[in-house]
């Protein structure tokens, strides 16, 4: 029998990592609610994509990185990881550049895993 307290909830992360606080607090919200078992996947769409990219330096704009923070999602059985393919082409990058394991998906395949969400949160 399915829990009916336990929810779909996805994150959707679309804006750079630095610059503003909307992918920090998006991964701080994700580990909250991870701690509350709920059914969470996670995308990266647009400049999201680079909030996963390997080897960021961020000396230069003066703050601390938090990157690698998303390497912790695994531990909290966030596993649900997708990454929209023509984000990631457009800014060259290849899943090999990427701190975490995602599954590569097309807009059309995202659009279906939305679709079964019960809750859909964009950061």
Known sequence: MENENVKKIMHVLRHAPHGTIYSYEGL??????????????????????????????????G?????????ALDG????KLYVDRISLEERGL???????????????????LMNGQDVIIHH
């Open 63 to 71: 703050i601390k990185g938090f990157a690698k923070t998303f390497m």
């Open 94 to 112: 290849s899943e090999e550049d990427l701190l975490v394991d995602v599954e590569v998906l097309d807009s059309s395949e995202i659009g279906a």
């Open 28 to 61: 701080e919200m994700i580990l909250i609610m991870a701690a509350y078992e709920q059914d969470l996947s996670v995308v990266f769409i647009g400049d999201g994509v680079y909030a996963i990219k390997k080897n960021q330096d961020t000396a230069g704009i």
């Open 76 to 79: 909290y059985d966030v596993e």
